[in-house]
């Protein structure tokens, strides 16, 4: 079986875990062996274990989402764990971290430092021929400028051959509420490699995820256009949601 890891389990790492442990073969065996990992805290500890009893860690409303992380757990193969030598046999990885934004003297600034010692963890441990797809949100160039090199530079303290690690960006769309899984499944989805290898591994690998036949995928140029792409879609949707702010206020102002 292929041996999938998320790292995060955050609102986007516990669904993913969830739509991918739950594609199976027509006679239900599964298709990966997924193993969420996430930091060795109370917070971490609490997504664990919830998984681990085959309960979503986040309160939805999403009766789709609860059935099949069920179903994937009395299967077993959806698990969680703090354990990172969990990546060193993963054939896939999906990175679901977050980015953090620093607010000092009133100007805003994207920390990729925890971000980044994430990155480094996996590169001390992962196969030299796993594919790692980032689906974070991450500044245009990350792929490019800080993973990649963060890579080249372990593979080399390890004597391990960098061209034969693949590398892809493929962000998520997942939108919580009643449409929480199927907003994963049957949703849009673009994607880039560093390379063309790395596309077409990922390419394969989304298209036993997505239902390509309605939602067919949308390949990039590069990694860089591909995190440009979800930077635009959160500033349009940052953008609306301000627009709509504003003139609520405007009305409640005037009593309208």
Known sequence: MIKVCIQGLGFVGAAMATAVSSKTY????????????????????QRINSINEGSFPFITSDKQLLKEIKKSHLRGNLKASSDISHF???????????????????????NL????????????????????????????????????PIFKKSFQKRSLDINKLSLAHSYERVMPGENYFDSIINYWRVFAG????????CKTFLN????????????????TASETAKVLENSYRAVNIAFLDEWSRFAEDISI
């Open 113 to 148: 430092k925890s971000f980044s010692l994430g990155i480094n963890t996996l590169s001390e441990v992962v196969r030299e021929d796993a594919l790692i797809i980032i689906e974070s949100t991450v500044p245009p160039g990350t792929c490019e400028k800080i993973i990649l």
């Open 194 to 201: 560093i390379n063309k290898s790395s596309s077409l591994r």
């Open 88 to 110: 060193k046999d993963a054939d896939i990885i999906l990175v679901s971290t977050n980015c953090d934004l620093e607010i000092k003297n009133e100007q805003k600034k994207i």
């Open 208 to 223: 036993t995820i997505i239902n390509i036949d309605d939602y067919p995928l949308t390949e990039l140029k590069c990694t």
């Open 26 to 45: 027509k006679n239900n065996k599964p298709i990966y062996n997924v193993v969420g990992i996430d930091l060795d805290n109370s917070l971490g500890k």
